[in-house]
């Protein structure tokens, strides 16, 4: 059961499976191999089964189900749900429990799919490797040695493992696409303003959005199609009709041209990963696509304003964990000061610190016009190359990471390093546009390796029926990697 896709969990139903058999298979699944992996920091079988039970008693009785109907779901543990532990990966929301749900998991209820648990993930969004949990490690199930990336990395790892069918994961810098590149499976990250990020616990707040993980194309549209849509409590939420992406998505965008930015094929991109996206770029030349060399002249920037203006607004949404009306606080301080102060200290892991304390020098006083307002207008102008590009082409295609996935502690002391791993994620979110990963190769050591597709916003439809081309034509995403039960 744990090696069907969500289209075919909901086609066995059909047939005669039922919800509470599908949800406990998975269960079992989880409970047998997730010590392995630590892609989990909590799961409630008792919440899950009484949703599997209501999705079947409403099957029986006749009555309309959702388009999730009895379809389990890894959600990121940086999303409300009422009664549930929800910590961002962070000790300071250790014991954290929400009193409502986030847009999302509403929209999933409404859907009947089945919230299995939550995914760990790095600190408050904040890594590319989900090393920085304050929890645990989360490892690769493709070689348990490696990092399954970040900060998606429990979601993306319970997917590419058969723990969950379908994941949600939240993308500020390509935390959903980086990890599906690096597990193997296919990562969403919708325009921003597509989905609601009511609920959701914000890292970023122009730039995070929240987004599917899944085996396939079909599978994602699938889940997008469920969770998008306008949200009156997101002032960023945009009211704009959502397509049925699940429908048509076979059916060719042609012509069809391909931007390939000469940018992203430069230093730093290994040979393997080069050879597998140029392959699946000759792919779609062979269904008749026409492959334009573009130019992203201000791409080179994009980390550097990255690392500007998601640590200006991390600092700005993080400073509410303060000890005070909830999270974690200090047993011993000597005043007020001191309790803030020790509280943040003690919550907060390593990295969270560095990118408060990036972001606040870079909005002080007198430092404020030479970091973060330039850092902004240099935003404007990566914009503005993507525009130019989508007016010569439908999709932006190019290597997800510039390697495959790797090992766990080999960049944790270098965080420049790691900060380059999401290279050619962020400029997306820069700009506000979808992208997605899918998979499209495996490195000589049995590693995936994935190729992103970007379109201009709200283009989801079509971004999702070009990655349909390459992936009906491949088997790459029919893949899974063998995970050993622990011990």
């Keep these: 059961m744990n090696e069907l896709t969500a289209a075919e969990l909901l086609a066995a139903q059909v047939q005669g499976a039922s919800a509470l058999e599908i949800t406990a298979a998975f269960l079992r699944t989880i409970h047998e191999r997730d010590g392995s992996l630590n892609a ?43 009664g549930q532990k929800t910590t961002c990966g962070s000790k300071i929301l250790r014991d954290f429990i929400p009193p409502y749900d986030a847009h999302v998991i509403t929209r999933l209820k409404q859907a009947d799919a089945i919230l299995l648990g939550k995914t760990n993930m790095d600190e408050f969004a904040m890594g590319s490797s989900t090393e920085n949990s304050g929890f645990t490690i989360t490892r690769n199930p493709w070689d348990l040695e490696r990092t399954p990336g970040g900060s998606s990395g429990g979601s993306a790892a319970a997917v ?26 296919v990562g969403f990250k919708p325009t921003y303003g597509r989905v609601s990020r009511f609920g959701v616990i ?37 009211d704009r009709p959502v397509p049925a992406y699940s429908r048509g998505l076979d059916q060719l965008v042609k012509p069809l041209t391909v931007g390939i930015p000469r940018e992203f094929f430069s230093d730093g991109l290994d040979a393997e990963v080069e050879n597998a996206v140029r392959v ?46 909830f999270g974690h ?39 404020v016009d030479a970091y973060y307002l330039k850092a902004l207008k240099v935003r404007r102008l990566i914009k503005d190359d993507f ?10 295609a190019g290597p997800t990471t510039p390697t495959a996935a790797f090992k766990l502690g080999e960049k944790t002391g270098d965080p420049l390093a790691m900060y380059l791993s999401d290279i050619y994620t962020i400029g997306a979110n820069l700009a506000g546009l ?54």
């Design 40 to 82: 989990f920091l909590h799961v409630d079988d008792e919440f899950a089964l009484a949703q599997a039970r209501a999705v079947d008693a409403k099957r029986k009785h006749g009555d309309l189900l959702g388009i999730l109907a009895g379809v389990p779901v890894a959600v990121k543990d940086i999303l409300c749900v009422a």
């Design 160 to 185: 590419a493992a058969g723990l969950a069918p379908l994941g949600i994961g939240t993308d500020t810098g390509g935390s959903i696409r980086q990890p599906a590149a690096l597990c193997g499976i």
């Design 202 to 238: 914000a890292f970023g707040s122009s730039l995070d959005q929240v987004g599917p993980l899944a085996h396939n194309v079909y599978d994602a549209a699938l889940l997008l199609e469920a969770i998008a849509g306008h949200d009156a409590r997101d002032s960023t939420s945009v």
């Design 280 to 325: 699946a770029l000759a792919e779609y030349q062979s269904q008749g696509a026409v492959l334009k060399e573009i130019s992203l002249p201000h791409s080179s920037f994009a980390v550097a304003v990255y690392y500007l203006v998601a640590t200006a607004e991390a600092s700005s949404n993080l400073a509410r964990y303060d000890g005070v009306h």
């Design 329 to 367: 606080r200090a047993e011993k301080f000597a005043d007020l000061l001191d309790m803030v102060a020790r509280s943040r200290g003690e919550g907060f892991g390593a990295e969270v610190k560095r990118r408060v304390m990036l972001g606040t020098y870079a909005l002080s006083s007198g430092y």
């Design 387 to 396: 525009d130019t590009a989508f007016r010569q082409c439908d999709v932006i």
């Design 434 to 487: 979808p992208g997605i990963s899918v998979p499209c190769g495996f490195t000589k050591n049995g590693l995936p390796i994935g190729l992103q597709l970007m379109a201009a916003p709200f283009e989801e439809g079509k971004l999702l029926q070009v990655a349909r081309m390459f992936e009906r034509a491949t088997d790459w995403h029919n893949r899974r990697p063998k995970v050993q039960a622990p011990g």
